[in-house]
């Protein structure tokens, strides 16, 4: 059974970091490409990025809100995909989730809480 | 980047009729669409790619049609699962890939 977990979120302050982690098991996770996504509450999902397999080179794509803040990166090794979050801003606020990415997203995590808050 | 709205925001129907919500794209995104059904809690289930394949495992209640710019999911006999909150998405044209707002169906 294929199954994402993200663990990481909690409580920040402005300015400080966080690292997300998607634990996967299932699937051969090196094949695949993984994304991250939020949901601000009130609002619709956003996408936040998304990290290439090795073949497609490992490279990395970011939304604009997030882009120079926000790295992704994984371990093909322990199945897990990785977000680092910095320069946190009260607008990050929101339930993070991983996805494995096949251009739509066919299995998801159930999230992780982030709240950005003095 | 394509901007994907969803109508309605709220759809109120009774268990046992049908649903059908709307989603339309600021351009043409082919049949790049896809939808998901989202449960507070809950993971995101993908429903339908293509804009109108259905998922491993989704029932044939499920049904989704249009290309282009307008898109429709059709749940043709509402069961109590159902209500959920309800997301399109396009992959067509990306960075960045884009969600509509949601639908949330509600029992009636």
């Known amino acids: 059974e294929v199954q994402l977990v993200e663990s990481g979120g909690g409580l920040v302050k402005p300015g400080r970091s966080l690292r997300l982690s998607c634990t996967t098991s299932?699937?051969?996770?090196?094949?695949?490409?993984m994304s991250w996504f939020r949901q601000a509450p009130g609002k619709g999902l956003e996408w936040v990025g998304f990290?290439?397999?090795?073949?497609?080179?490992?490279?990395?794509e970011y939304a604009a809100s997030v882009k120079g803040r926000f790295t992704i990166s994984r371990d093909d090794s322990k199945s897990i995909a990785y977000l680092q979050m910095n320069s946190l801003i009260i607008e990050d606020t929101a339930m993070y989730y991983c996805?494995?990415?096949?251009?739509?997203?066919?299995?998801w995590g159930q999230g992780t809480l982030v709240t950005v808050s003095s | 980047e394509i901007v994907m709205t969803q109508s309605p925001a709220t759809l109120s129907v009774s268990p046992g009729e049908r649903a059908t919500l709307s989603c339309r794209a600021s351009?043409?995104?082919?049949?790049?669409l896809a939808w998901y059904q989202h449960k507070t809690g809950q993971a995101p289930r993908l429903l339908i790619f293509?804009?109108?394949t259905r998922a491993t495992g989704i029932p044939a209640r499920f049904s989704g049609s249009g290309s282009g710019t307008e898109f429709t999911l059709t749940i043709s006999s509402l069961q109590s699962e159902d209500f959920a909150v309800y997301h399109c998405?396009?992959?067509?044209?990306?960075?960045?890939?884009?969600f509509g707002q949601g639908t949330r169906l509600e029992i009636k």
């Open positions: 996805a494995r990415d096949t251009y739509y997203f066919d299995k």
């Open positions: 998405q396009q992959y067509n044209n990306w960075p960045p890939i884009t």
């Open positions: 990290i290439r397999s090795k073949v497609y080179g490992g490279t990395t």
């Open positions: 293509g804009a109108s």
């Open positions: 299932g699937f051969t996770f090196g094949d695949y490409d």
């Open positions: 351009q043409s995104v082919s049949s790049s």
